[in-house]
């Protein structure tokens, strides 16, 4: 077995890595709030009407920013993630008052 001496390279790719992961990490641990919060303030329609909004405006705002990332049109990029959203969550919802139906 050959081991390899730690370079200042691999040394630096490590810590670009595990930072990568804990933003990663907290990112999506702080859309998880946003999305959750208007149900500890609001009733349960208006705070799922504020979640949809809330959720399709940072979908868009990862878009553009991938499309930014990819050189691609943002604001295309960004409208497709927007509307990837939507219909997921109609897809969901659908899903969702089927099983009601049926239990």
Known sequence: MVLRKETP??????RNVWLSGVFA?????????LLLMPFALFEVWTATIASFIIGTVSAFILGTYIGN???????KCGAKYAFLTIVGAVISYGVGEIIHIYI
């Open 9 to 14: 390279c691999t040394s630096i790719r490590k």
């Open 69 to 75: 990332l990819s050189k691609e049109n943002r604001f």
């Open 25 to 33: 990490f907290l990112a999506t641990l702080l859309v998880l709030v």
